[in-house]
């Protein structure tokens, strides 16, 4: 008899957990002598050692992989064959345990914080208006029924919605969905947090950004940043590119500093290229990776959704740390007339990169035309946060199923 005739006309398959065992699990080593038997048995990431004075009935075809049931001291169930190779995943029990707790200590801080924590939807009207990014687009079908919806990149449009009715301060760690981003750092389906405070200004959501990161450096023993700074974007150019950026600098003069500095810039097609460009190759790989850094009033063309200070820059800030862009955060804009003008001037460049055709959410213009209060807002990548606190270098090492790049 062989293994295959043993599982087609002697083994039950696939039986349920027998209600008494004394060991379960894959099989990890059989050895024999004999006729007794030792088998090892891999369960929760530790080894189980069973022996056998004379091995079971059919114990002979078993195999390693074999997911069992030790029954007694003379019997073996076969819960699973192995039929197949298990795929080149493994399951890291103890990341995975950290990041349930770093999950739950977020929590707890903006519950502690006195933050309520909503839930928006996943399927949306309107993703997003970033020029940027790609989406992923699904059809809704009920009856003769047909729209086209969307997986949100950011919960931040229903978010502000919940300001106008009335929210102050509230939370959000929401599944985002951004195409054609698998990179070291980029997962097409990845967590984001959102915190907002009606009422307030960035003063307070920048004070957050510490405060958080110093409890969960505390509540789950790890090492934090070894100082805080900030700089705006002009002293970072003069610092790095002994520039003068101002809100008024050109894209011509952009061009003629990257030159200077000898940035490749042939991919640039708008004044936002030029500056991210610049500010990746000659900036953003200086600034100290231990170092919690602050990076602030960026010029107006990159305001996206925050409002202008009094002298013209964009009221917002990102965050950096090991190497990590972790968030980035608005003065929220609560003109609608003015978030009306910009959100257009989006759905433009998107339509201008050939990029998949969106229609603003009329609601969130609802919202805003009864009135959303002055706020401040950030989004922070969850996963990018952790890899800074534990040094883990890729993305997809926090997911237990991450999608791969086709080229790798």
Request: net charge negative.
């Amino acid at each position: 008899m062989t293994r295959n005739d043993y599982l087609n006309h002697i083994w039950k398959p696939y039986p349920a957990m027998p209600y008494s065992s004394l060991a379960a699990g894959r099989i990890y080593r059989i050895q024999k002598e004999g006729e007794s038997l030792d088998l090892t048995l891999l369960r929760d990431q530790k080894t189980h050692k069973i022996h056998f004075e004379k091995g079971p009935p059919y114990s002979e075809f078993l195999q390693e992989g074999d997911l069992v049931a030790v029954v007694s001291a003379a019997e073996i169930c076969l819960l699973a064959p192995q039929k197949q190779a298990l795929p080149p995943r493994h399951f890291q029990k103890d990341l995975f345990e950290k990041w349930s707790l770093y999950l739950q200590a977020l929590r707890n801080f903006f519950q502690q914080q006195g933050f309520l924590e909503l839930r928006t939807p996943s399927l949306v009207a309107c993703p997003g208006t970033e020029p940027s990014l790609d989406v992923f687009a699904t059809p809704l079908k009920v009856g003769s029924f047909q729209k086209k919806l969307f997986l949100p990149t950011s919960p931040e449009l229903h978010l502000k919605k919940a300001l106008s009715l009335g929210a102050e301060k509230i939370f959000e760690i929401a599944n985002c969905y951004r195409n054609g981003e698998v990179t070291e750092r980029h997962q097409p389906e990845f967590l984001m947090l959102e915190w907002y405070r009606a009422y307030e200004n960035l003063t307070s959501i920048k004070q957050d950004v510490q405060n958080l990161i110093s409890h969960l450096a505390s509540a789950l023993r790890l090492t934090g940043p070894e100082k805080v700074r900030s700089y705006s974007v002009a002293e970072l150019f003069k610092i790095h590119c002994d520039f003068d950026f101002l809100p008024t600098t050109t894209q011509e003069e952009l061009k003629a500093l990257a030159h200077k500095l000898g940035v490749d810039v042939r991919s640039a097609e708008s004044i936002d290229d030029f500056f991210f460009l610049i500010f990746m190759e000659k900036i953003e790989s200086q600034l100290p990776p231990d170092e919690l850094i602050f990076v602030e009033k960026y010029p107006p063309y990159q305001a996206a959704l925050a409002r202008l200070t009094d002298d013209g820059w964009g009221d917002r800030f990102e965050v950096y740390w090991k190497g990590l862009e972790l968030a980035n955060a608005f003065h929220e804009l609560n003109d609608p007339s003015l978030q009306r003008q910009r959100s257009n001037e989006d759905l433009q460049k998107k339509n201008d990169l050939g990029k998949e055709a969106i229609t603003l959410d009329e609601e969130f213009f609802v919202c805003l035309e009864a009135g959303m209060p002055p706020s401040g807002g950030i989004a922070l990548g969850v996963e990018r946060l952790f890899m800074a606190f534990e040094g883990i270098s890729e993305i997809s090492e926090l997911r237990l199923f991450p999608w791969r790049s086709p080229n790798s």
